[in-house]
């Protein structure tokens, strides 16, 4: 099974190896989210055990529907690579500080009479850092997020001290905090990268880390702002065929909708260019980057902007794949139970992310698993949340429950009345454009609903300091 040229080996061994693989390596996700669940305080305490936020964090994050289905049935190991990005997530919640002038205070006090206090807080910084540069050597997706590391990082170790107005003090730079920091970094890179140099594989290794001639988008569009990018180009392109605008002969059929993984130009928009997508992506995540260096907010605002940089890169970035919707969704269950607000925020795009997964699963007797496993998750989901903050507001307003209910029929005209039409043969393509396109709309929304509720808490906060 480890020769590569071996397609569509199987055998019983390998695919005991592989579930049972999987299944090993998700102790450590369990374990980080049992760590989670202990930093993390939820909207309130609850007498019953199902109603406590720390009880829904854990069945939302350890049964949540599309990290089982990419896991264990797909086939990834992406349990195990949350398990590391919790596992520093979690590290740094316990750093724990808190607002500056307190802070200043505690900080003298552990100089003073504390010092070993003070370490094991450094320390907590300097495990985190760790086992995010072990996640990023894993799997090089997770540099979506490594602004939200590097800001958080710079901002609250390598700079040991905030003026009484939460500004920083920049007198309190550390030269030892970031050469420590450097030293993990290139420890981890040494050992990971460290072979392939000496071997002179290095820019191989490169190469397939960044397939740009792969194209734009995966051959599924993944469902952000490029489907919907696409799906423009493609009524435009119509449109134009139509009213004689464009001639059909200099047109390539099915450029995009092919199924085919490669490179491709648009018809009547711009082609994309991945210089293009980097750009968008760096415009996507700075406001979340500046509110993490100028109103920090400790671990909460980190997760904030690490959700955010998430969402952005995949909303953005070059041959994004739909399975990178779980950098969003799964950091977002832990805000999700601390406020009602991001609650609702988490329930649309949990919803719609997950749904946009459905393709992964194509064959029928895989249909009422999927179904049956989403339908369970959802109404958990739904439910718990729903009863955590039962004294606020509704968690969705008319219009956004519409729209997730709208994801009802889409299923069944994709899966059950399409297959029947003799639209199958000539436009295979259909039911994956609809759902990208229908989800991308859900998931914009998620992304810019969160957004302004982010920018607007650190205006109220600002204001209140003020």
Not at 219 to 246: E, H, Q, R, S, V
């Amino acid at each position: 099974m480890l020769v590569v040229e071996n397609l569509n080996y199987a055998s019983r061994a390998t695919i005991f190896f592989q579930r049972l693989s999987v299944i090993f390596t998700d102790t450590l996700f369990i374990y980080a989210v049992h760590e989670c669940c202990r930093c993390i305080n939820g909207k309130r305490a609850a007498k019953d055990v199902l109603e406590k936020p720390t009880f829904i964090l854990a069945v939302l994050l350890l049964w949540n529907f599309g990290l089982l289905i990419v896991d264990h049935i797909h086939f990834q190991y992406n349990g195990f690579l949350f398990g590391l990005m919790f596992l520093s997530v979690a590290r740094l919640y316990q750093v724990n500080p808190s607002d500056s002038c307190l802070f200043v205070v505690v900080y003298i006090l552990s100089v003073l009479m504390h010092f070993t206090k003070l370490l094991m807080l450094w320390k907590r910084y300097l495990e985190g850092a760790l086992l995010f540069a072990v996640l990023l050597h894993f799997k090089h997706i997770y540099i979506y997020v490594a602004p939200a590391y590097g800001i958080y990082l710079l901002r609250s170790y390598c700079f040991t001290a905030n003026n009484a107005d939460g500004s920083l003090k920049w007198r309190s730079f550390s030269f030892l905090h970031v050469t420590l920091l450097g030293l993990i970094v290139c420890l981890v890179s040494a050992l990971s990268l460290g072979p392939f140099l000496v071997l002179g594989q290095l820019p191989q290794v490169v190469s397939r880390l960044f397939p740009f001639k792969r194209g734009l988008c995966h051959a599924y569009w993944a469902p952000n702002f490029w489907a919907l990018y696409n799906a423009m180009d493609k009524a435009l392109t119509i449109l134009g065929l139509k009213c004689n605008f464009l001639d059909s002969t200099k047109i390539p059929k099915a450029s995009m909708t092919g199924g085919l993984v490669q490179e491709f130009e648009h018809t009547v928009l711009p082609s994309v260019t991945p210089l293009a997508t980097l750009i968008c992506t760096s415009i996507a995540i700075l406001p979340s980057v500046f509110c993490l260096w100028f109103k920090p907010q400790g671990p909460r605002g980190f997760l904030q902007c690490l959700v955010l940089c998430a969402l952005s890169s995949f909303m953005f970035g070059w041959h994004v794949h739909e399975k990178a919707i779980l950098l969003a969704i799964l950091p977002l269950s832990l805000l999700s139970i601390q406020r009602a607000k991001d609650a609702g925020i988490y329930l649309i795009l949990a919803t719609t992310g997950h749904f946009s997964l459905f393709p992964l699963l194509f064959t029928p007797p895989e249909l009422p698993i999927k179904i049956l496993l989403m339908l369970l998750f959802t109404v958990y989901s739904f439910s718990s949340l729903k009863s955590l903050f039962r004294r606020e507001k509704p968690l969705l307003n008319w219009l956004e429950t519409i729209y997730l209910i709208q994801l009802v029929p889409l299923e069944i005209f994709c899966e059950i009345i399409f297959p029947l039409t003799p639209w199958k043969q000539h436009f295979p393509f259909i039911p994956l454009l609809l759902t990208s396109v229908y989800c991308a709309l859900g998931i914009t929304y998620a992304w810019l609903k969160l957004y302004i509720s982010v920018l607007t808490e650190r205006t109220s906060v600002r204001q209140k300091a003020e």
